[in-house]
């Protein structure tokens, strides 16, 4: 079992910076698969960056590549999400997610992929 919680969400202006945290509970979780998600009103919940446990295998998406950075603590069980050079279409709910139990290169970019979510915080990014 995993718990997961995120912090760090806020309002920002375009062009700014956040980073979001998520901790997690449970000792499977510097071996398993994470990635933050995110869904805004009326759309459904889309993938942002994912990575494998072993870290060899991370994939963005085209929406953020450049601009988002994914890094996991596994002494602290937590993984962050720093925001750069943020754009108004960014403003979502932020989920991080963790699926466990599973190889070593496992990664999806699905969210049924996932079995732990965290509560989401909210990220709202105004002109």
């Known amino acids: 079992q995993v718990q997961l919680v995120e912090s760090g969400g806020g309002l920002v202006q375009a062009g700014g910076s956040l980073r979001l945290s998520c901790t997690a509970s449970?000792?499977?979780?510097?071996?398993?698969?994470v990635g933050w998600f995110r869904q805004a009103p009326g759309k459904e919940r889309e993938f942002v960056v994912v990575?494998?446990?072993?870290?060899?295998?991370?994939y963005y998406a085209d929406s953020v590549k450049g601009r988002f950075t994914i890094s996991r603590d596994n002494a602290k069980n937590a993984m962050y999400l720093q925001m750069n050079s943020l754009k108004p279409e960014d403003t979502a709910v932020y989920y991080c997610?963790?699926?466990?139990?599973?190889?070593?290169?496992?990664?999806?970019?699905?969210?049924?992929?996932?079995?732990?979510w965290g509560q989401g915080t909210q990220v709202t990014v105004s002109l």
């Open positions: 990575v494998n446990w072993s870290g060899r295998t991370t």
């Open positions: 449970g000792r499977a979780f510097s071996t398993s698969a």
């Open positions: 997610a963790a699926e466990t139990g599973v190889g070593a290169g496992y990664v999806s970019k699905a969210p049924s992929g996932y079995s732990y």
